[in-house]
C-alpha cells in the first residue's frame, strides 16, 4: 500500500476532544474468542486499523505507519453503567496516537446480548466511516458476513478537490500572510507541550452529554414533511435549532466521498468538509425556517468555493502551523500567526457555533439501536449527532461551556 500521510486531517492531531463514539447494541451474546475473531478480520480488512501516526525521519510529515497486529484497544466491562465514564475518560488525557490505535472498543456484555460503544480518534475516520465499522463489526459478528478489504487512498493536496476549489480573495491573502508569519515567527509546539496542555485542560473544560429518541410516530411525520415541502431532514432539524435556540450560525458536515475520484469503497480516513451556514430566524414556523434554510444549504454545496473552503486551508496551511492553532487559541501556546489561525479563522478562542453531523437513515436488521456521540470540538458550543436505525432516530448532543 502507498503511503498515506495526514494532510487535510493534520488540523485534527493536536486539538482536544478529537475523537466520537458509536453506541451500538445487538441481541447476539458475547463471546471473548468471537468478537477478537471479528475484530481481526476487521483489522486485516482496514490497514488503519493496524496503524499508529509516525512522523516522516528527517521532516515534519505524519504518515500512517501500518504494522502487523491490529491495533485495536479492546475492553470488556462487567456494567454497563461505565459507559458514559469510559468514554469521558478519554478526553482527560490526549489519545496519543504515536502509541495506540485509533480505534477504542469498549464491551459491555448483558442477559440478552451485548452494548458496544465505539470511540474513534478523526485521524481515523469521519461520522461516517465510524457508521460503517459498527455495521461490519455487526454484519459480521452477528450475520457471519466477513469485511471486505479496503485499499486506503486520503486526498493528498489541494488538486484532490473538485475544480474551483482553490482559495481566493481575502482567504487566499490570510492564509499566505500566516504562513509567513508563522515561519518568521520560527518556533514550534512539541507534542509533549501539547499533552501536557490537554491534562490541564480537561479539568477546566468538561463537556456535557445528552441522549434523545424519537418515535418512529414521529421521525415519519418529520419525514412526511420533508416531502410535502421539498427539503431534506437536515434542513428540518436545523431550522428546528435556529429557532430553539436563537443562534445564527450552524456548522454542518457535508459528504464528498463522490466528489474525491480515488475514493475506494469502504476505506477509512476522512471524506467530509465542513460548512457555516449563516442565517437569522425571523419566523417561529419551522416550515418557512427549513424552506430558507434548504435555499442556503443547496448554494453552499453548488459552490465547490464555499463548499471545500475548510480543506482547502487545510491543504494550503503550514502543517506545524495548524498543529498549533488549537493551543494558540486557547492561551496554551503563545504564537500570533496560530492564534489569529486558531481564534480567528477556526472559532477556537472561545465557543460560539451549534453544529449538526446528520448521518442520515441505516436498515440493518443485526443491529438493536444506535447511537452516534459527536465530537466537543473546542470551536462548538453545542453540536449535535444524529443517526436514524430502522426508522428510530437517536440524537446525542456534546456542550461545551467555557
Avoid at 480488512?45 to 516522516?56: D, G, N, R, T
Avoid at 447511537?371 to 456542550?399: D, E, H, Q, W, Y
Amino acid at each position: 500500500m502507498k503511503r498515506q500521510y495526514v494532510a487535510s486531517e493534520r488540523a485534527h492531531f493536536m486539538c482536544p476532544n478529537m475523537h466520537f463514539g458509536m453506541v451500538m447494541e445487538i441481541d447476539k451474546e458475547y463471546n471473548k474468542e468471537q468478537v477478537e475473531a471479528t475484530f481481526q478480520r476487521m483489522a486485516e480488512a482496514h490497514p488503519f486499523l493496524k496503524s499508529l501516526i509516525a512522523y516522516e525521519e528527517g521532516t515534519d510529515k505524519l504518515y500512517y505507519h501500518v504494522t502487523d497486529y491490529s491495533q485495536i484497544n479492546i475492553v470488556v466491562r462487567s456494567n454497563e453503567s461505565s459507559l458514559w465514564p469510559d468514554y469521558k475518560k478519554i478526553s482527560e488525557k490526549d489519545w496519543n496516537v504515536f502509541e495506540n490505535g485509533m480505534l477504542r472498543a469498549y464491551i459491555y456484555p448483558k442477559q440478552q446480548g451485548m452494548t458496544l460503544l465505539f470511540a474513534a480518534h478523526h485521524l481515523l475516520v469521519d461520522g461516517r466511516g465510524l457508521l460503517e465499522l459498527a455495521e461490519e463489526f455487526a454484519n459480521d459478528y452477528v450475520g457471519e458476513t466477513a469485511p471486505v478489504y479496503a485499499e486506503e487512498v486520503l486526498l493528498e493536496s489541494i488538486d484532490d478537490l473538485p475544480p474551483k476549489s482553490k482559495l481566493a480573495g481575502i482567504s487566499k491573502l490570510l492564509v499566505k500572510r500566516m504562513n509567513k508569519l508563522w515561519a518568521k515567527e520560527n518556533h514550534t509546539v512539541n507534542y509533549e507541550q501539547y499533552a501536557q496542555f490537554v491534562e490541564a485542560y480537561s479539568k477546566t473544560h468538561p463537556v456535557d452529554f445528552e441522549t434523545y429518541e424519537v418515535e418512529k410516530e414521529s421521525v415519519t411525520q418529520m419525514a412526511r414533511l420533508c416531502k410535502e415541502h421539498g427539503f431534506s431532514m437536515n434542513d428540518l432539524l436545523m431550522a428546528h435549532m435556529y429557532v430553539k435556540t436563537g443562534t445564527e450560525k450552524i456548522i454542518i458536515a457535508a459528504d464528498i466521498r463522490n466528489k474525491f475520484a480515488k475514493y475506494q469503497r469502504g476505506s477509512l480516513g476522512n471524506y467530509s468538509t465542513a460548512m457555516g451556514i449563516a442565517y437569522k430566524a425571523k419566523s417561529s414556523d419551522v416550515i418557512t425556517v427549513a424552506k430558507e434554510v434548504r435555499a442556503l444549504v443547496q448554494k453552499h454545496l453548488q459552490n465547490n468555493r464555499t463548499l471545500m473552503l475548510v480543506l482547502a486551508c487545510y491543504f494550503e496551511m503550514s502543517p506545524t502551523l495548524l498543529d498549533a492553532a488549537a493551543i494558540s487559541a486557547l492561551k496554551g501556546f503563545k504564537s500570533k500567526a496560530a492564534g489569529f489561525v486558531g481564534a480567528g479563522m477556526f472559532g477556537f478562542g472561545e465557543p460560539k457555533s451549534h453544529s449538526i453531523t446528520n448521518l442520515g437513515k441505516v436498515e440493518n436488521e443485526h443491529i438493536k439501536s444506535l447511537t452516534f456521540i459527536p465530537p466537543a470540538s473546542p470551536a462548538a458550543k453545542f453540536t449535535l449527532g444524529v443517526v436514524t436505525l430502522n426508522g428510530t432516530m437517536k440524537a446525542c448532543s456534546s456542550r461545551n461551556d467555557m
